[in-house]
């Protein structure tokens, strides 16, 4: 859609607590004279793994490392950061990281994820965006657990000049789903997001409901949900990876939300997330402000990573 796009200065920003610890670490490794051996990529390894980097994939890195220096495609330290940075680049192939977008009628967005998060707020980022580009944007309170949810999404609703359908506090999610796809046709929305209760990923029963809730949409507007979108806390780690498995296992997940990046010294999640679950990361949450929301661009990140 174009309407995300942020700058890499604005990455660089961002990113500006995970670089700064990357950065002192990886000058530490790779510091002026050392030769690349067995010691260096065995610290170098440990690096990677502390920025959440994951030990599958820093096993991969650190092998493909090992397979170029033994062919001589690199040769010194210096080569190990430009190395990294082309062949982290080449885990994300083309593909459309932008948001799906119906055909006709409304495009409907399913957001799950665990409490505390920053799932509301990431859809309220979101939905500004999306009003802001002149699209009409209906939200529906289905987290019904909790009262305070329905408020909380009630007032970042009046924030952003969006419409709400809501029900009373312990009422059927997929009902409150049923009448806000309702609304969302009759009242010719151009986007419906859903948010969903905040549930806790070892709870069945409650995953069963969100199955249910993505079933009734699906009946209710054809070729709906156009996205299902997982949020993500950066800061949660290797966590956040056992999240994204059992939540896609129940709904289908097709993009990341990944927020409080700009919060978290270990960005390397992003690259754990696509190398074990090959779920593109369609958005970031750089900020506390409505506006700080950016496409996931992969070049651009991995550019301000180990800038």
């Not at 029963?205 to 993500?232: C, F, S, W, Y």
Request: glycine share 8%.
């Amino acid at each position: 859609m174009g309407i995300f796009t942020k700058t890499a200065e604005y990455f660089k920003d961002r990113l500006g607590k995970t670089r700064d610890r990357l950065s002192t670490s990886l000058s530490s490794v790779l510091s002026l004279g050392r030769n690349i051996d067995e010691n260096l990529l065995d610290e170098l390894e440990e690096t990677l793994i502390t920025d959440d980097i994951g030990i599958e994939t820093t096993d991969k890195l650190i092998s493909g490392l090992r397979t170029a220096f033994r062919s001589r495609q690199i040769a010194t330290t210096d080569d190990i950061i430009p190395f990294l940075k082309e062949h982290i680049k080449s885990y994300w192939p083309h593909r459309d990281r932008q948001l799906r977008l119906a055909e006709t009628g409304p495009t409907v967005i399913l957001v799950a994820g665990v409490n505390g998060t920053g799932k509301t707020t990431s859809i309220a980022k979101l939905g500004f965006i999306l009003s802001q580009n002149n699209k009409t944007v209906l939200l529906a309170a289905c987290d019904t657990f909790r009262a305070a949810a329905v408020e909380q999404l009630t007032i970042w609703a009046e924030r952003i000049g969006a419409q709400i359908i809501k029900h009373k506090a312990g009422g059927d999610p997929a009902a409150v789903a049923f009448d806000a796809c309702q609304a969302a046709v009759a009242r010719n929305a151009d986007v419906l997001i859903l948010d969903t209760a905040g549930r806790l990923h070892t709870k069945k029963d409650l995953m069963k409901q969100l199955t249910k809730m993505r079933d009734v949409v699906a009946r209710k507007i054809p070729g709906a949900p156009n996205e299902v979108l997982l949020v993500l806390d950066a800061t949660t780690g290797q966590n956040a990876i056992v999240q994204a498995k059992i939540f896609t296992e129940a709904i289908d997940v097709t993009g990341i939300f990944l927020a409080k990046l700009d919060g978290t010294a270990r960005g390397g999640i992003v690259i754990a997330i696509k190398d074990q679950l090959d779920i593109p990361v369609k958005f970031v949450g750089l900020g506390e402000k409505l506006e700080d929301i950016a496409e996931f661009n992969p070049d651009t990140f991995v550019e301000a990573l180990f800038n």
